[in-house]
Nanobody, 120 residues
């Protein structure tokens, strides 16, 4: 069982930046970020898999950057140009083995989440 621990959430004004981190306790071949706003379904944000292939939701493309430090088993999400609609609980998720699908589907492990609030 791999434990995922997110950090870096907070409150920021529109146009600002935040960097989320997700520390993994073990090896994973694919890691990603998801978010869920109150009253809405969870949505995929970005993912990175072994070999550094990345993918982004259209809503965050060109604003968010996903990266991973393999030596530290830590995933990052640099969020720039934040908008009020980015407000959500952000979750880190991972898959143990390579997936044939985007966003590490189906995910094996989930973190507890970190809140991001963007005010206008």
């Amino acid at each position: 069982q791999v434990q995922l621990v997110e950090s870096g959430g907070g409150s920021v004004q529109a146009g600002g930046s935040l960097r989320l981190s997700c520390a993994a306790s073990g090896y994973t071949s694919c890691m990603g970020w998801f978010r869920q706003a109150p009253g809405k379904q969870r949505e995929a944000v970005a993912y990175i898999e072994f070999g550094d292939t990345t993918g982004y939701a259209d809503s965050v493309k060109d604003r968010f950057i996903i990266s991973k430090d393999n030596a530290k088993n830590t995933l990052y999400l640099q969020m720039n140009g934040l908008k009020p609609e980015d407000t959500a609980m952000y979750y880190c998720a991972a898959r143990r083995y390579r997936s044939a699908y985007s966003f590490c589907a189906p995910q094996d492990y989930w973190g507890q989440g970190t809140q991001v609030t963007v005010s206008s």
